[in-house]
């Protein structure tokens, strides 16, 4: 049982590049979101997914995109990276939408030059 | 939408005295106030949480308190290990939202 696996650890992008973070759970959860966290902002929701096939924008949705064609996969794409995407991201999953007891993966160091 | 404020962003105790850290939201719908701790280059780790029906929860040297009136809830922590350094974070969910919103952290330091 491995949890949230988020892959790669470390990513530098240049300007304009694009790329998938990829994030995998086995747990069975239904629930699955990604955050950036920033120094002193915390922790804001980008897009989340209450089940395969079912995403929602959060927070902070522009320049990203999901899907969630399977349970255990939710991958986020950067469709042209810019600076300001420069951020440490985390993948999450829950069992039910309404437990909120979040499982993090161990996050993605992202650098956009 | 729901806003959460922490506060305060850092706090330096001395092993052995108890710390505490506020946060305070601003949607009275808010139905679930968990805590998470996050350690040096790792994911933010579930510690405790409580629900709108209760006031007060425990699990050892941890305990969170939440005042629905004021709409602020509080995590405190006793006898302090250097162990307890790490960046905490506290989230609320509004009721009938798919969704956590964070407060902005405090970095907790515990000095030996």
């Known amino acids: 049982n491995a949890g949230v696996t988020q892959t790669p650890k470390f990513q530098v992008l240049k300007t304009g590049q694009s790329m998938t973070l990829q994030c995998a759970q086995d747990m069975n959860h239904e629930y699955m979101s990604w955050y950036r966290q920033d120094p002193g902002m915390g922790l804001r929701l980008i897009h989340y997914s209450v089940g395969a096939g079912i995403t929602d924008q959060g927070e902070v949705p522009n320049g990203y995109n999901v899907s969630r064609s399977t349970t255990e996969d939710f991958p986020l794409r950067l469709l042209s990276a810019a600076p300001s995407q420069t951020s440490v991201y985390f993948c999450?999953?829950?069992?039910?939408?309404?437990?909120?007891?979040?499982?993090f993966g161990s996050g993605t160091r992202l650098t956009v030059v | 939408g729901e806003n959460v404020e922490q506060h305060p962003s850092t706090l330096s105790v001395q092993e052995g005295d108890s710390a505490v850290i506020k946060c305070t939201y601003s949607d009275s719908a808010s139905n679930y106030f968990p805590w998470y701790k996050q350690e040096l280059g790792k994911g933010p780790q579930l510690i405790i949480d409580?629900?709108?029906?209760?006031g007060e929860k425990k699990d050892q040297r941890i305990a969170v308190t939440l005042n629905k009136t004021a709409k602020h809830f509080s995590l405190h922590i006793t006898e302090t290990q250097p162990e307890d350094s790490a960046v905490y974070f506290c989230?609320?969910?509004?009721?009938?939202?798919?969704?956590?919103?964070f407060g902005q952290g405090t970095r907790l330091t515990i000095n030996p």
């Open positions: 999450a999953s829950s069992y039910e939408r309404w437990n909120y007891g979040y499982t």
């Open positions: 989230a609320a969910s509004p009721q009938g939202a798919q969704k956590l919103v």
């Open positions: 409580i629900r709108s029906n209760v």
